[in-house]
């Protein structure tokens, strides 16, 4: 009986030890692994090879591209492994042009920076000039320089912070009549002016001296199809409209200009007449 409890205890101890030496080998195993990773990752950032030396920068235009490396300039030089480049990209998107900024590492010493720009499509009257992007999105001044550009009136600051959901619908509609006028070639410039109304919907004015054009809230891209039409019809019979009320494709009220609808010869049309197309 002894016998056995001694044998017994010495197989304990034994099972011990042999654990004992494996969690020892293990731990120095790990602390070798982790001291070479270390002295690796010293090595890595300390190599002159992979310091950023080029930066290149793409999908922009060259005024652009200069802010883009100049703000990425501070970065020459250091580790392309250690760069945070989180930190970079926040920089670059700060301007107000840059809608998206993507920063990739080509190895071993090049960044590569990929912008994606706004296109202003439109002026937006609030306080002062704004410039809206396609996506419906104020983004900057306009600063008077674009003249090119259709104008959208009748929202103010107070409508976005009452009802932001509604002020960027009257925003998206009013991208559609531009985008329809675009459609049918008629005169894209800031002469161009769309005055949305929550009441009355949508007006649009076509140059200093032409016709307002009442396209409601609607089917804007329908309505519009038939306006050179209507337009064209006007000019052969030698008339000119103050205000186009477009119904619908197929119909219109024009309201004549004052000297047309005083000729005696246009009987019918003193206030007003429906043209049909």
């Excluded at 010495?10 to 002295?39: D, E, H, P």
């Excluded at 090879?49 to 793409?58: D, E, T």
């Excluded at 674009?146 to 998206?172: Q, S």
Aim: charged share 25%; hydrophobic share 40%.
């Amino acid at each position: 009986m002894k016998r056995r409890s001694v044998h017994r205890m010495r197989m304990k101890r034994q099972a011990n030890y042999v654990r004992f030496m494996r969690a020892s080998a293990l731990t120095a195993v790990t602390g070798i692994a982790l001291a070479g990773a270390v002295l690796a990752l010293i090595m890595i950032y300390d190599a002159p090879g992979l310091r950023i030396a080029h930066i290149y920068v793409r999908g922009c235009e060259a005024g652009i591209a200069e802010d883009v490396l100049v703000k990425a300039e501070p970065y020459r030089g250091k580790n392309i492994v250690a760069a945070d480049l989180r930190s970079l990209r926040s920089l670059i998107e700060r301007n107000a042009w840059i809608e998206r900024a993507v920063i990739r590492r080509q190895y071993p010493d090049t960044l590569s920076i990929a912008v994606s720009v706004r296109s202003a499509r439109a002026v937006i009257e609030l306080d002062e000039p704004y410039l809206v992007d396609e996506r419906g999105t104020v983004f900057t001044g306009a600063q008077g320089r674009y003249t090119d550009l259709p104008v959208l009136c009748g929202l103010t600051r107070a409508d976005f912070e009452k009802d932001p959901a509604a002020a960027e619908t009257m925003i998206h509609d009013g991208l559609q009549i531009i985008a329809a006028l675009r459609t049918h070639a008629l005169p894209l410039d800031d002469h161009v002016r769309i005055t949305c109304s929550r009441e009355l919907g949508y007006t649009l004015q076509t140059q200093p001296d032409g016709p307002e054009i009442y396209l409601g809230f609607d089917n804007y891209q329908y309505k519009l199809a038939a306006l050179p039409r209507m337009l064209a019809d006007l000019r052969s019979r030698g008339l000119s409209a103050r205000s186009i009320y477009l119904h619908s494709q197929e119909r219109a009220f024009v309201r004549l200009s004052d000297q047309d609808a005083a000729r005696p010869s246009r009987a019918g049309r003193a206030t007003g007449a429906d043209l049909h197309t």
